[in-house]
């Protein structure tokens, strides 16, 4: 059994930050990459960031520069800070992970439940 829980959504002005983060728990052998998604109402969910084992990152366009994605390996974690938050930012982030558990011979893609962020403007 594996979890991925969310924590650090919540209402901000526009302009301000917030930072989510993630952490996986469970029979975990290993991790490979880890990323941010985001479902707005009405939309698609869509990728916002990810990074790899060794720290390779990736970023939507439209957060790059404002958003900065890390990891701690050693506690299962993955981090969202996010800066200069604007009000079409506002959706529910969801954190994923691509993971492989004990006595599995490949890995899957897990996801969180979701974690609401709301920008007032």
């Known amino acids: 059994q594996v979890q991925l829980v969310e924590s650090g959504g919540g209402l901000v002005q526009a302009g301000g930050s917030l930072r989510l983060s993630c952490v996986a728990s469970g029979s975990i052998f290993s991790i490979n990459a880890m990323g941010w998604y985001r479902q707005a109402p009405g939309k698609q969910r869509e990728l916002v960031a990810t990074?790899?084992?060794?720290?390779?990152?990736y970023y939507a366009d439209s957060v790059k520069g404002r958003f900065t994605i890390s990891r701690d390996n050693a506690k299962n974690a993955v981090y969202l800070q996010m800066n200069s938050l604007k009000s079409k930012n506002t959706a529910v982030y969801y954190c994923?992970?691509?993971?492989?558990?004990?006595?599995?011979?490949?890995?899957?893609?897990?996801w969180g439940q979701g974690t609401q962020v709301t920008v007032s403007s």
């Open positions: 990074i790899s084992t060794g720290g390779s990152t």
């Open positions: 994923n992970s691509n993971l492989q558990q004990f006595r599995f011979f490949s890995s899957r893609d897990y």
